[in-house]
């Protein structure tokens, strides 16, 4: 039988308890202490709670909306979708989850820090807690991209790869009510309106793993045309030099040199047949860069920019670097369409005698960031890459002019054609000498390097400044000199454009277009 005094202790032990116990239910009901018991993840989940659907913005008011209340009561969640952004503003959201301004979740492809990020705050800006990645989200093609969390754990996939996180998030969307405003393409309070595409996108109760995530990353297929599929037997009309191709809906486009620049279209990219010329006569500034100017207009470029088509282009004289890169513009490639017609911009950038460098071969890229550059040059020093003003689309005036490849020993290199893909960007250009019919000694080569400025350097690491270049194609018996090639790619596939002289049609310069492949390091290559 316990003592007295053992029991006034029991009963003094049981009575701080039942106050200790009583204390925590408060500040649990009063929120001041949140009590959360977290489920098991569904690691096994493969059924979104929304899925599908193809979405188109223009930037300015086009948007989709989700369902309410989505992830309503939950803290585990994978979102997931295929992006194309056409071009991009910082805050622009590919999606967001919220109840108003103060409330919500989102992800964005340009954040304040030029980055990647996700954020979710239930007090507004000043208390967002993210997840950023290196780096903004690249424009002009397709790419997946995935948010996943995890109990404390948020992570950023891109392509089936991580590339953002924080351990440390302890917002879910379970803080954030019942999220009565849902949007794919803008935020809360009718901005940051996206400019592109988002498809499949995808909503998730559950955390996904990163095994389920890349499988994912797989399987959705990036919407546009196989071009592995094709069978390119060209036909027709296929007599083009430096030739430069675009698609706008289903209708092929190549633009090439000639007599006030030539233009030919395809149905069906095999079948080619010509258009005629985009100058009917010579603008007359040509003369005052280049007096010894003639009809020929060189080597274009065509490039799809915020809604509108550049034309960027060459006039010169053969062996001369007294040279002038132009542009021109229009809304539309179809000329039966009425808004189609081609207005003049003017001179971009010129060089003379006294300088090092030649300024033909233009090719306009969209960085990763969505700024717009220009990389030109023909023997002399080598190639050049300049960054462009995006409302006027030509160099600021006191823009610097970086090298980006050269030959020093023999100086032949020309024709600069940049593409960005998986983190690098890849610069093939022409080794060697064109337009001497079978005599011709062109060759394609290529080079990549992180940063859009450089350095370039080819397989084997020497760097392109320095004359490195990895071989993607030379002539053969039959097809002498390919060369100024251009790169389209669609979906996962891409196609090498290019011209070659024809030895059994008298050395005909000839348009080539054949499927270009990519090795498991990420070089590419032609079968």
Known sequence: MLKPRYKKVIILMAALLLSISLFLFILVKLNVFPLKFKKQIVEDSN???????????????NFAEISKGILENTEYFTIAAKVKLNTLDTGERIWELGENVNVYMFLTGKSDSNTIRFAITKKGEGEEQFID?????????????????????????????EVGINNKLTLSPDDLGETINNFIGKSQGDKFYLDGQVNQFKVYRAALTETQIKELSDEVPIPGQDLYAVDWELSGSIGVHDPVIAKQGDNWYIFYTGVGLIMKKSEDGVT?????????????????????????????????????YYLYYSVSSFGKNISVIGLVINKTLNPDDPDYGWEDAGAVISSNSSANYNCIDPNMIVDESGQPWLSFGSFWTGI?????????????????????????IDSAIEAPYIIYRNGYYYLFVSFDFCCRGIESTYKIMVGRSGNVTGPYVDKNGTSMMLGGGT????????????????VYRSANTAILVNHAYDALNNGMA??????????????PYIK
């Open 47 to 61: 059924t979104p709670v929304w899925g599908g659907g193809s979405y188109t913005m223009d930037g300015e008011s």
């Open 133 to 161: 990645a290196a780096g903004p989200l690249p424009t002009g093609y397709w790419q997946h991209i995935t948010v996943v969390k995890n109990g404390t754990m948020g992570i950023i996939y891109l392509n089936g790869k």
């Open 272 to 308: 080619w047949k010509d258009l005629g010329p985009i100058f009917h006569t010579t603008p007359k500034w040509f003369r005052e860069y280049v007096p010894n100017a003639r009809n020929s207009i060189w080597a274009p470029d065509i490039s799809y920019y915020k809604g509108i």
């Open 384 to 408: 050049k890459l300049v960054e462009l003003d995006p409302e006027t689309m030509k160099p600021y005036t006191d823009g610097v002019i970086h090298s980006i490849a050269s030959r020093p």
């Open 471 to 486: 071989l993607i194609v030379a002539g053969d018996d039959r097809w002498k000199g390919p060369g100024h090639c251009a």
């Open 510 to 523: 000839t348009l080539q277009m054949r499927p270009l492949y990519w090795d498991s390091e990420g070089w």
